[in-house]
């Protein structure tokens, strides 16, 4: 059974620093790997798709990166601004499109 | 931009009462799903759905649910006899194709409370 582990949990950095947040998932037999963001009480809006056969995605200032044979992803976020204040939540998707598997989310906090 | 957009926005009910929580997904999207996220816990699979039928579903699925699309836009999920673990933000997903290189587009969410 796949299983999706984010770490850390929680991060708070000043304004403007450059940050990275990892997500490992035990089960390489993925088809593709993607970050969501999540605003309190709200939905999940889709950052990055990668697909099992890429190595990274960019999106403006986001840089999305997967390791499939280890298991790992990183999604790195540029210059980091307060309105990036938001739960980040990684997925993977182990059956061809029918399901995601999502890990716990980091909090990120992004102080002026 | 079109969106996935969900029904009611908040619910609250007894416990055994049966509630129906309504998605439209978006237009032209053949594949849907329902998730859900228990308060301080990961987003969950609960079921996908395509051509009328059940694709895949959870455990958590069991015969307390069902989904029903009944018409050409709505997509329904449907909890016979709520219980209290049932509380949790029910999202409701759609994607034009399996997602292998397409995302899942997620509605805003429905928030059940069951008491």
């Known amino acids: 059974k796949q299983e999706v582990t984010q770490i850390p949990a929680a991060l708070s950095v000043p304004e403007g620093e450059n940050l990275v947040l990892n997500c490992s998932f035990t089960d390489s037999a993925i088809y593709n790997l993607q970050w969501f963001r999540q605003d309190p009480g709200k939905g999940l809006t889709s950052l990055l798709l990668?697909?099992?056969?890429?190595r990274e995605q960019t999106s403006g200032r986001l840089n999305a990166s997967l390791d499939k044979s280890s298991g790992r992803s990183t999604l790195y976020i540029a210059a980091s601004q307060p309105g990036d204040s938001a739960t980040y939540l990684c997925?993977?998707?182990?059956?061809?499109?029918?399901?995601?598997?999502f890990g716990g989310g980091t909090r990120l906090m992004v102080k002026p | 931009e079109p969106e996935v957009t969900q029904t009611p926005s908040h619910q609250v009910t007894q416990m055994g009462q049966e509630v129906i929580l309504r998605c439209v997904p978006i237009?032209?999207?053949?594949?849907f799903y329902w998730y859900r996220q228990i308060l301080g816990q990961k987003v969950e699979f609960l079921v996908s759905f395509y051509n009328n039928e059940i694709s895949e579903k959870s455990e958590i699925f069991d015969d307390q649910f069902s989904v029903e699309r009944p018409d050409g836009s709505n997509f329904t999920l449907k909890i016979r006899s709520t219980k209290l673990e049932d509380s949790a933000m029910y999202f409701c997903?759609?994607?034009?194709?399996?997602?292998?290189?397409?995302?899942?587009?997620f509605g805003p969410g429905t928030r059940l409370l069951v008491l």
């Open positions: 997903a759609s994607s034009t194709l399996a997602g292998v290189v397409e995302t899942q587009y």
């Open positions: 990668i697909q099992s056969s890429q």
């Open positions: 997925a993977v998707d182990s059956n061809a499109g029918n399901m995601l598997t």
């Open positions: 237009s032209n999207h053949l594949y």
